[in-house]
């Protein structure tokens, strides 16, 4: 990745990417952010650095996060519409995992609205049930260094043992896979919902997430230049 690469758009709008755990959003939204230079927004990030930073919505936030509960809708929608109406939310913003629920996509329509943001660009990333499961539970992490290991597809040269240092590769309770399966269970229930919800608003393109990075990244720029056809703006 270099600057060279970068996407010259003002996008003004919001792209939304969609997928389970595993299916590279984190990746390839952060990437993607930073080569249209816009904002990547997590709203997992905006509430740590709200509670870092010790704000209203932060002293609210913090005693619900520590109990491990989720927070509250009505939190997180204040805390993203204060967070659009910052001036480098001008030019468009990637949401990474945001919305999560119907309730939430209806609300932040809404905001966009409001905001003078057009319809936002939704990205479903599909990817089989098989892959997923190999991808996070293939997963190994090195109990030394951090290094992280795919027993499928990036195996380390000896088996449970890091490359790098020597550590002994652990399997993190996420990625286990009778955990595994209840976070792809939670998704399908939660969010595979929105995927129909803008379908039916005319605003959702699919791309195929079992394909390798570079593969993904292209298909999302192909996106980026349909939408710009489409409205004759980007
Ligand atoms: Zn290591």
Same mark, same amino acid.
């Given at each position: 990745m270099t600057a /060279?690469? !970068?996407? &010259? $758009?003002a996008l003004h709008r919001a792209f939304i990417f969609l997928g389970p755990p595993g299916a590279g959003k984190g990746t390839q939204s952060r990437r993607f952010a930073e080569r249209c230079g816009v904002p990547h927004l997590s709203t997992g990030d905006m509430l740590r650095d709200a509670v870092t930073r010790g704000t209203e919505l932060g002293r609210l /936030? !913090?005693?619900i996060m520590e109990r491990g509960e989720?927070?509250?809708?009505?939190v997180v929608m204040k805390m993203v519409e204060e967070r659009l109406a910052g001036p480098d939310c001008a030019g468009g913003f990637v949401f990474d995992g945001f919305p999560r629920t119907l309730p939430q996509a209806e609300r932040l329509g !809404?905001? +966009? &609205?409001?905001?003078?943001? @057009?319809?936002?660009v939704v990205v479903d990333f599909e990817v089989s049930p098989d892959v997923l $499961? !190999?991808? +996070?539970t293939g997963r190994w992490t090195c109990s030394v260094g951090g290094e992280i290991y795919n027993v499928y597809d990036a195996p380390p040269k000896v088996p449970g043992i890091?490359?790098?240092?020597? @550590?002994? +590769?652990v399997q993190r309770p996420d990625d286990r896979p009778e955990v595994v399966k209840e976070r792809l269970v939670a998704y399908e229930r939660q969010t595979k919902p929105l995927a129909a919800y803008y379908r039916r608003q005319g605003v959702l393109d699919v791309v195929d997430a079992s394909a390798g990075v570079e593969q993904v990244s292209r298909a999302l720029e192909e996106i %980026?230049?349909? %939408?710009?056809?489409r409205d004759g703006r980007l």
């Open positions: /060279a690469v !970068r996407i &010259e $758009m /936030a !913090r005693p989720l927070v509250p809708d009505d !809404r905001v +966009l &609205e409001k905001n003078g943001f @057009g319809k936002p $499961m !190999r991808r +996070l890091c490359d790098h240092d020597g @550590g002994k +590769l %980026v230049r349909r %939408v710009e056809g």
